[in-house]
Every structure is written in C-alpha cells, then in structure tokens.
C-alpha cells in the first residue's frame, strides 16, 4: 500500500472516530432546551477559560526550553510560542501532522535539527502520560462515589498507559545512552537500502535520540517537574471557570475537585486521532458529568459544546496568526527531505 492511500485510510478513521464520538455524544439531544441552556449561559465565564489555557501553554513553551536546551543554548521564548501555537492549530484540523509541523516550525525559526525537536516531542508526551497516570491515581481521593463501577475501563486503560510509557521511557533512554548499539542496529535495517535513505535514516535517528539528551542534565529535572504540575493545575482550573458559565457550582455544587476529575478523564479524548480531540472530548465530558455528578443531559453537552468550541478556537485563532506572520508553508512541510521523511515515519 503506498504512502497516499494510508493516509487516505488514517484521515478516514479520524473521520470516522470524530463522527462516530459526536454521534454518542448527542443522542438523543433536546435541541430546543439545548439551545435555551446555550442561549441564557455567561459567556464571560466561558471565555474566562481562554487565559489559564494560554498560560498553561506559556508553561508548556517554557517547559519546551528546557528539552531542547542540549540541541541548542540559547533559544528565543517567542519562537518557541509560535511553533508550539501552529502546532496546535495543525492539529486542530489534521490530526497528527502538528506533530510534525511543531518541530519543522522550531527547526526553521532556530535552525536546529526537526529530527532532535521531533524527539523532545515524544518527551512531552512521556510527561503528559505520566501526569495522566498520576492523576488516575488521585481519582479516588476527588471523588468518593462508584467510579470504578461507572467507568469500569478506567482502570484498564492506566495499566495500558502505564506500561507503554515505562516500555517508550526505558527504550528511548537506552538507545540515548548505548549509540553503539543504535549503530549496530541500523547496520542491520539500511543495509538494504540505497546510499542517500540510509544516511538519512542513520542522521535522523541520532538526531531524534538527542531530543532526549536532558536526561543527562539532572539539575533540570526539578524546573521541568514544576512546570508540569504547573501546566495541569492550569488545565484544572481552565475546566473549573466554566462551571459558573452554566450554573454547575450553585446547581450541584461542583468544586475545583470535580474539574480534576472531569479534566482527567476528559483528557482521554486527546489520545484519540481526532481534530482537535472533537467528538472524543464531547463524549468524555459528558459522560462524567451526568454520570459521576448527576448532570442534566442537555447542561453537561452545553459545558462540553462551549468548553471545547472557546479553547478550539482560540488556539486555532493565534496559531493562525503565527503561522501567517512567520511566513510558515505547509507545502514546505512536505518539500524539504528530512521533513518529508519525518513525515511518512510519524503517520505510519
């Protein structure tokens, strides 16, 4: 099967997933309350989520700096922003390719190897698992009711993260510190192909370990820990503010712990392969709360619709204005060897 028609398959499973999560999300929907409950909300709270979301991706750029420190030193803040903003606004519509146009962003910007950023990237997403799993693991301590009987899979599924992220933290950290057999090893896989792809191959493979080479920096570990619970207090409360929009607080008494919760298990709906988590966050939302917390239907669908539609847009909105004032081109994205190459290796 060649390149174009697995991504022909993979755009239609996203396709697919997001239609399939909207179509569960909104059975059963009644439209006319639905837009009586939209139409009398405070959207002033709504926006209010817009500011700890920024911030939180403030801290992300940050956090960003630190990774990427071993490639190069010295790093301007505001091109770190821009590329992580487009990245996000990518991903809003293709799922996946702002993954590869993050680091194709910072790579020209600063001129530093995609490969090395790309590899900061699975970085972050090891701390996103990690920070998943630690707040699974605080579940039961902010919410006392049948959560393992509510969302029986719950449980299952952090076993899962759990152990890909231990298996993705000990490989990437051996073949980081042991190049030796990483040379070995690619010895065996270019052999057979020709001069120029092995080279490539042999180039982007160091290059991506290096975007793990902080590892070898000890003393940043605690910033980037920081940083970290900063970025997921920040999601919290970014969930919290909204609460007031619909009523949730004074109707049924939703606190900074319920937002924890729904946080944590609304973030399911951005491990799934979809536009900008739409449908799978949808879902999420409202299954937790009209089932944790007893929320009438067409109230959590309001929270879901509007949460998700301000922080989409608003992303989406400044990711756009970057893209644009940086002079970026998505036709350079595919142009460019080690970028296109980078890309048919990530939407494998």
């Known amino acids: 099967m060649n390149r174009q028609a697995k991504n022909i398959l993979k755009y239609a499973l996203s396709i697919f997933l997001t239609l399939f999560f909207l179509y569960f999300a909104y059975k059963g929907t009644d439209f006319p309350k639905l837009w009586a409950i939209l139409a009398t909300a405070n959207y002033w709270w709504a926006f209010a989520l817009l500011p700890p979301l920024l911030i939180s991706h403030v801290f992300r750029a940050w956090r960003w700096e630190y990774l990427l420190r071993p490639v190069k030193k010295e790093i301007r803040f505001r091109n770190l922003w821009s590329a992580l903003c487009v990245g996000y606004m990518v991903n809003n519509i293709l799922p996946k390719v702002g993954e590869i146009v993050r680091p194709y962003a910072i790579g020209k910007l600063e001129g530093i190897s995609k490969s090395a950023a790309f590899g900061t990237l699975l970085v972050e997403r090891i701390f996103d698992m990690i920070s998943f799993l630690i707040m699974v693991g605080f579940l039961p301590l902010l919410y006392s009711g049948p959560l393992s009987q509510t969302f029986p ?196």
Not at 202 to 223: I, M, Q
Not at 343 to 348: G, N, P, Y
Request: aromatic share 16%.
């Open 153 to 348: 899979w719950l449980e299952e599924i952090g076993i899962w993260v759990a152990a890909c992220t231990l298996l993705a933290i000990s490989l990437c950290t051996f073949f980081m510190m042991r190049r030796d057999v990483v040379v070995h090893l690619l010895n065996y896989v270019t052999r057979h192909l020709s001069e120029r792809r092995a080279r490539f191959v042999e180039r982007a493979t160091h290059s991506f370990l290096d975007g793990f080479l902080f590892l070898k920096e000890p003393r940043h570990y605690f910033v980037i820990g920081v940083l970290s619970i900063f970025i997921w207090g920040l999601y919290i409360i970014m969930m919290y503010v909204p609460f007031y929009a619909f009523g949730l607080t004074e109707k049924y008494g939703l606190d900074m712990k319920a937002a924890a919760v729904v946080q944590t298990i609304s973030s399911l709906g951005y491990m799934a392969p979809t536009p900008g988590a739409t449908g799978p966050y949808h879902y999420f939302t409202m299954q937790t709360l009209t089932k944790l917390y007893g929320v009438d239907d067409e109230l959590a669908r309001s929270y879901a619709t509007i949460t998700h539609a301000v922080g989409f847009l608003g992303i989406t909105l400044i990711g756009i204005y970057y893209f644009w004032i940086d002079k970026l081109h998505i036709a350079e994205l595919t142009g460019g060897e080690e970028v296109s190459e980078q890309v048919a290796i990530t939407l494998e």
